[in-house]
C-alpha cells in the first residue's frame, strides 16, 4: 500500500481524535510500537486494521487513503 498520505491522514485524525498513539493502540488491541510504525511509514495496517482505525477515528478508509479525490 505505501501511501505517503495515510500517515499524513492518520496523523490528522489521531490529533483531531485527541487520542495518543498508545490510546489509539489499546483500542486496537495492539503495541504504540506498531501505531509508531503507521505513523512513521515503516509499516502499514492490514485491511481489517484500517476498519477498526476508521471506526474509533471516525474517519472513512477514503479519506485515510486520499482516494476521495
Do not use: Y
Not at 25 to 40: D, F, I, M, P
Amino acid at each position: 500500500m505505501k501511501n505517503q498520505n495515510f500517515q499524513n491522514n492518520l496523523s490528522h485524525a489521531l490529533k483531531a481524535s485527541k487520542l495518543s498513539q498508545t490510546q489509539l493502540a489499546e483500542k486496537l488491541g495492539t503495541t504504540q510500537q506498531t501505531v509508531s510504525r503507521w505513523l512513521n511509514g515503516i509499516n502499514e495496517p492490514d485491511l481489517s486494521m484500517l476498519v477498526e482505525i476508521c471506526k474509533i477515528l471516525n474517519e472513512t478508509p477514503n479519506s485515510l487513503l486520499s482516494f476521495n479525490e
